[in-house]
């Protein structure tokens, strides 16, 4: 069964978002909050697998929220999923730096709803299409970094570097698979054991590292 927490200030629309989650099997909403400061009190108390976190709110933020939930020791394995009405604001780049796994549009179809809090809850990480495209934009309109800071990549063996770039490519484990010749159980394997070296809550933030760092350049 995997818990949710459902975060906004807009009543009928968490309603709505409730109501679509329960009645899906294997899925139970067990708390609600209205602003950023009664979620972070409910996730303490209630430790959720799957938070679906509003970006905008009174009292305290979704961004400072989700930073907090990620950073208490008793809820860090908690999955963020941030809401938002737009394809890409100023708010993506903090709220992945937060620790959010994910957005995901509020015009998200029910099925697309049900389908996120799924991917997340089984530790993969989720960007809206369009979020991810102009995320990518943005880095291309960003200056680059002088150098690549490859030593970060050090603690990888030759086989997770390969996969790690490609992963940071968008790859999906089977089309990494499939390039690298190697069985999809495999990449699952050598993915774990990346995220873990490099101390990265998912594939989300092993891309954001990778741009940041240079390793990766937009077309490249």
């Given at each position: 069964?995997?818990?949710v927490?459902?975060?906004?200030?807009?009543?009928?629309?968490?309603?709505?978002?409730?109501?679509?989650?329960?009645?899906?099997?294997?899925?139970?909403?067990?708390?609600?909050?209205?602003?950023?400061?009664?979620?972070?009190?409910e996730?303490?108390?209630?430790?959720?697998?799957?938070?679906?976190?509003?970006?905008?709110?009174?009292?305290?933020?979704?961004?400072?929220?989700?930073?907090?939930?990620?950073?208490a020791?008793?809820?860090?394995?908690?999955?963020?999923?941030?809401?938002?009405?737009f394809?890409?604001?100023?708010?993506?780049?903090?709220?992945?730096?937060?620790?959010?796994?994910?957005?995901?549009?509020?015009?998200?179809?029910?099925?697309?709803?049900?389908?996120?809090?799924?991917?997340?809850?089984?530790?993969?990480?989720?960007?809206?299409?369009?979020?991810?495209?102009?995320?990518?934009?943005?880095?291309?309109?960003?200056?680059?970094?002088?150098?690549?800071?490859?030593?970060?990549?050090?603690?990888?063996?030759?086989?997770?570097?390969?996969?790690?770039?490609?992963?940071?490519?968008?790859?999906?484990?089977?089309?990494?698979?499939?390039?690298?010749?190697?069985?999809?159980?495999?990449?699952?394997?050598?993915?774990?054991?990346?995220?873990?070296?490099?101390?990265?809550r998912?594939?989300?933030?092993?891309?954001?590292?990778?741009?940041?760092?240079?390793?990766?350049?937009?077309?490249?």
């Amino acid at each position: 069964m995997t818990r949710v927490m459902v975060v906004d200030d807009q009543q009928m629309f968490r309603i709505g978002l409730v109501a679509i989650l329960q009645a899906q099997d294997g899925i139970e909403v067990v708390g609600e909050a209205a602003d950023g400061a009664a979620a972070v009190v409910e996730a303490l108390r209630l430790r959720p697998d799957v938070v679906l976190m509003d970006v905008r709110m009174p009292a305290l933020d979704g961004i400072e929220a989700t930073r907090r939930i990620t950073a208490a020791p008793a809820t860090e394995p908690v999955r963020v999923v941030m809401l938002t009405t737009f394809d890409i604001d100023d708010y993506v780049f903090d709220a992945l730096r937060a620790g959010a796994s994910g957005f995901l549009l509020k015009d998200a179809t029910a099925d697309e709803l049900v389908q996120a809090v799924r991917t997340v809850a089984a530790g993969d990480s989720l960007l809206a299409p369009r979020v991810t495209r102009h995320l990518v934009e943005a880095f291309v309109a960003g200056p680059l970094p002088v150098a690549p800071r490859t030593e970060v990549l050090e603690v990888l063996t030759e086989r997770e570097r390969d996969v790690f770039l490609l992963l940071a490519r968008g790859r999906s484990n089977g089309e990494i698979a499939a390039e690298l010749f190697i069985a999809e159980q495999t990449v699952k394997t050598h993915v774990g054991r990346i995220l873990a070296k490099l101390q990265l809550r998912d594939r989300v933030h092993a891309v954001v590292l990778a741009y940041e760092t240079g390793l990766v350049t937009p077309g490249g």
